[in-house]
């Protein structure tokens, strides 16, 4: 359990203790006055007593002993449990208060020491699933919504990842979010307008970024690829191909699914940027067989593809391989086309 989770339950459990203590109290006042004064009365009697206060006594307890003895145990007992009730509270509200300033000032820390990441604006339920599968995939990114409240439910999925609070269409914001060292910006909030804004600003801000924007309304598509975006996606036109997909070809939808839901091996379809240092060379040269969990699928050239290419394929220095592997794969094919 953490700290302040620790601060909340000793705040609930002394407010128990502390309603108990006046109900005590109020009761306690009321027998020992002999059952003559309303309990609004002795529950006032408590109150002052608790509280210090220090006004006259409602009930005359000059002559009676058992009163004062009873004044004074509600005195201590109350006293010191509302002062332990205080001293929970302002606790609970400054350590949530730090807490809040602490994680904002890392996450803006980590998010502009981020490089090659990218920024998912908007994390609703398309945002997540995109934060998902970078998340599955190991790629870097950085979060960032207008909304922090709305947003936490999705994070703990996201085991906290790097999280921006902010308006994506702000300058400020997504210099925050590491706009300048990001490769790829999601615009995917529910609103087309801010989709718009945000695909803008970010072109702006990062010319050289790619930019993924959601539409809604197909009409507003042509706007976003005007003003800066690079594809956009809607969910409706996707969620009906899947639909017909469903229908008419489901043992591929069943395997593509099933890819996608391994966690064991993670199985993603990659694609792969060969070097301009490995024009000339043959597939054969690559040796990607030795390749764990990889297989070749097919060779992107400038106006077409080559599918399942032979080994005897020369390879051209605008050339991108699409590839069938893992994360760790296509980390080690990355490297190897590094070095």
């Known amino acids: 359990m953490n700290e302040s989770s620790q601060i909340r339950k000793r705040f609930l459990w002394s407010g128990l203790i502390l309603a108990s203590i006046i109900l005590i109290g109020s ?9 003559q004064h309303s309990l609004l009365d002795t529950l006032y009697m408590t109150f002052i007593t608790i509280t ?7 009930i005359d307890f000059s002559n009676n002993p058992g009163g004062r ?5 509600i005195a201590i007992s109350g006293i010191g449990m509302l002062l332990y009730v205080v001293t929970n509270l302002t606790a609970m509200i400054v350590e949530g208060d730090l807490t809040q300033t602490f994680r904002r000032r890392r996450m803006e820390k980590l998010a502009g020491n981020s490089i090659d990441h990218d920024i998912v604006c908007g994390l ?8 998902s599968e970078l998340d599955s995939t190991k790629r870097p990114y950085v979060i960032v919504d207008i909304n922090a409240d709305s947003a936490s439910r999705y994070l703990e999925a996201l085991n906290n990842g790097i999280f921006i609070e902010g308006d994506a269409t702000d300058d400020t914001t997504l210099l925050k979010a ?12 529910g ?3 801010n989709n718009l804004v945000i695909s803008l600003t970010a072109r702006q801000l990062s010319p050289k970024l790619r930019i993924i924007v959601r539409c809604n309304e197909i009409a507003n598509s042509e706007k976003m690829m005007r003003v800066g975006a690079d594809a956009v996606v809607s969910p409706a036109f996707i969620g009906g191909l899947r639909m017909a997909s469903e229908m008419i070809r489901p ?3 069943s395997f593509l699914d099933t890819m996608l839901r391994d966690k064991e091996k993670n199985l993603r379809i990659e694609e792969i940027s060969v070097p301009k240092r490995l024009a000339g060379k043959t597939l054969s040269d690559l040796d990607m067989k030795k390749q764990t969990n990889t297989l070749l699928l097919a060779v992107r050239t400038k106006k077409d593809w080559l599918y399942n290419p032979p080994d005897s394929y020369i390879i051209k220095p605008e050339n991108v391989l699409v590839v069938m592997t893992t994360p ?9 086309f590094i070095e």
């Open 124 to 131: 609703g339920s398309v945002g997540f699933h995109i934060a």
């Open 251 to 253: 043992t591929v939808v």
């Open 69 to 73: 003895l009873f004044t004074i145990f």
């Open 328 to 336: 760790e794969g296509r980390n080690e094919l990355e490297r190897f």
């Open 27 to 35: 009761l306690g006042y009321w027998f020992i006055g002999g059952r």
């Open 178 to 189: 590491g706009i300048e060292g990001a490769k790829g910006l999601f615009a995917v909030t």
């Open 52 to 58: 210090t206060i220090g006004f006259g006594e409602i």
């Open 191 to 193: 609103d087309d307008n």
